[in-house]
């Protein structure tokens, strides 16, 4: 049987809270349809737009064109030759599907107070339409990839979200994930479900093993908090992604295992895992991949689209921040604060843990070109013990993804360490520090899934 195990945020029903507000930033419904409903395809491209003028491409970085002949009206005209790459055949990978549908209530389709479901652990007022149908947003059941040294259809700094199973390592890109927020899959042989909300601007795994059942994901259309609600296709319960707990539904409280991940640059991915695989562009779905639906929506100051209650004001709503979770506890870390220190020791649950950030990636969710939003730089966290020896860290002056792997050096050992967590040269050479689970995200959410939550630094 599944496990019922309760998050520690402990979300519950809520009756007081307030529908969702009424304004609602047009550009990210506009953007939420053309998520769903297809917009202009580029799907077969295996080269992007320039970026506008205000947005400058990282060192290095090679500028693509699109087979598209018409652009976002904020985009100005490619300034450099297209690059050429060969056809490249996608692999595929073995898969660990789903178990068959249950005979059930569905939360999804019956509705979440259908009389038979347990109580839902959130106000119904506040699981909303986000607009688009159940799979309107189509996740990825059959994924293909391509090795990370072969891919051309990527700018060094562009955003890929990556994870390692048992020895596999994996890159899922942001600009397919934009279109499409999950991939259920297999790695390392371990049924999976990788998910990207770019509303709350959460990367998040799951593992899709529940006790004897595997479980695959589908998206909703709904949202909570502002947040991807995920369903399940076995008994359609609702699932939020951010905290993978069983919102609604048969499942109701169950709690899905999380992968610890991090958002980084493709080439801090390429340079550490070059045979790593790279979630290829799917073909046949209609969609721009490579631009950004979401123009401008990173934003301190923004609106965070139909998100219900009332945003902490301790800081800006679309303030991005690092929520590190261990021990039960979480606490948020603010992303210009970790910036500029480059390394930090964090207490979390009586434990002492290290988070790192390295320039040079961008964000997805900003620029019409996914490619080129503005440097926000990666994170990444780790129990800084190796073979019983409590390492301290410190970034290299001038530090990026683009300049070398080894960007960090610990201070006992004198050893280079990457972001992804791995000593590349001194005597711990070729150790691996232990990931720590955490999200990069926006404030509100923070706040929203943990009330109360503690945070570090400032703007």
């Known amino acids: 049987m599944a496990s019922q195990q309760r998050h520690p945020f402990r979300l ?8 969702a507000r009424a304004v609602i930033p047009t550009a990210v419904a506009a953007g939420l349809a053309c998520v769903a409903f297809g917009c202009s395809d580029t799907s077969s491209s295996d080269v992007a737009a320039a970026p506008e003028a205000t947005a400058e491409p990282a060192p290095g970085a090679t500028v693509a064109t699109a087979t598209s002949t018409s652009a976002p009206a904020t985009t100005a005209a490619p300034t450099a030759a297209p690059v050429t790459t060969l056809a490249i055949i996608p692999l595929q990978v073995e898969q660990i599907p789903g178990d068959p549908p249950e005979v059930t209530v569905s939360a999804l389709r019956d509705g979440i107070l259908a009389p038979s479901l347990p109580e839902p652990l959130v106000s119904p007022l506040d699981i909303i339409s986000g607009g688009p149908p159940p799979d309107g947003i189509p996740p990825i059941e059959s994924p293909e990839f391509e090795r990370a040294s072969e891919v051309g259809y990527l700018q060094p700094q562009e955003a890929v979200v990556t994870l390692t199973i048992n020895g596999d390592a994996r890159a899922y890109p942001a600009q397919v994930m934009i279109w499409h927020e999950i991939v259920n899959d297999t790695i390392g ?9 770019p509303l709350c601007n959460t990367a998040i795994a ?10 695959d994901f589908g998206t909703s259309g709904k949202l909570y908090n502002s947040a991807l609600v995920m369903y399940d296709r076995q008994t359609e319960s609702l699932w939020t992604h951010y905290t993978g707990q069983a919102i609604a539904g048969e499942l109701t409280g169950t709690q899905l295992e999380l992968i610890p991940m991090a958002t980084v640059a493709f080439e801090t991915f390429q340079a550490e895992h070059p045979d790593g695989l790279v979630l290829s562009r799917p073909a046949g779905f209609g969609r721009s991949y490579g631009s950004n639906p979401y123009v401008n929506y990173d934003a301190p100051d923004g609106i965070p689209f139909l998100f219900a209650g009332e945003p902490d004001d301790r800081l800006p709503p679309q303030t991005r921040v690092l929520v590190i979770r261990h021990a039960g506890d979480a606490i948020a870390v603010v992303h210009e604060t970790l910036r500029s220190e480059g390394v930090m020791t964090v207490d979390v649950g009586g434990t002492g843990v290290v988070a790192f950030h390295l320039p040079g990636t961008a964000t997805p969710i900003q620029n019409s070109q996914v ?3 503005r440097d926000v730089g990666a994170t990444a966290v780790y129990d800084p013990t190796v073979d019983d020896q409590q390492l301290t860290f410190a970034r290299k002056p001038d530090a990026a993804s683009s300049v070398e792997p080894g960007a960090f050096v610990d201070d006992q050992t004198g050893s280079t360490w990457s972001l992804l967590g791995r000593a590349l040269a001194g005597p711990l050479a070729g150790a691996q520090l232990a990931p720590i689970e955490h999200i990069d995200t926006f404030w509100f959410a923070a706040a929203a899934f943990d009330p109360g939550i503690s945070y570090i630094g400032s703007l």
């Open 189 to 197: 042989g371990e049924p999976v479900t990788v998910t990207f909300c």
């Open 12 to 19: 519950r029903w809520l009756p007081s809270r307030r529908a």
């Open 206 to 215: 799951y593992h899709r093993r529940l006790g004897d059942r595997i479980f």
């Open 371 to 373: 490619a080129f939003g």
